[in-house]
């Protein structure tokens, strides 16, 4: 089992910066992936970014060049770096864990609101 807690999310005028984070705990040695889904009203949950157990990462399209997902490994947190905020980025967030026994696992979600 795999528990993630999300924190960091908040209101922030467009063109301002939020960090987010995810703590895991439970089997972190099992964890294959991490990332950040996000989801708004009306749409699909969709992925933002995700970093593999190796360090390499990916983005959507719509947010390369302007957020940036990162770990620390001693506190098994994970990071997301959000600058240059649009109003089309509100949405709720997700951490999401993928193990190798290909469980997957979210966190409660939490909300990022950008402002125009």
């Known amino acids: 089992q795999v528990q993630l807690v999300e924190s960091g999310g908040g209101l922030v005028q467009a063109g301002g910066s939020l960090r987010l984070s995810c703590a895991a705990s439970?089997?972190?040695?099992?964890?294959?992936?991490m990332g950040w889904y996000r989801q708004a009203p009306g749409k699909q949950r969709e992925l933002v970014a995700a970093?593999?157990?190796?360090?390499?990462?990916n983005y959507a399209d719509s947010v390369k060049g302007r957020f940036t997902i990162s770990r620390d490994n001693a506190k098994n947190t994970v990071y997301l770096q959000m600058n240059s905020l649009k109003p089309e980025d509100t949405a709720r967030y997700y951490c999401?864990?993928?193990?190798?026994?290909?469980?997957?696992?979210w966190g409660q979600g939490t909300q990022v609101t950008v402002s125009s």
């Open positions: 999401h864990a993928s193990t190798v026994q290909l469980r997957n696992y």
């Open positions: 439970g089997s972190i040695s099992s964890i294959n992936v």
């Open positions: 970093i593999m157990r190796g360090g390499s990462t």
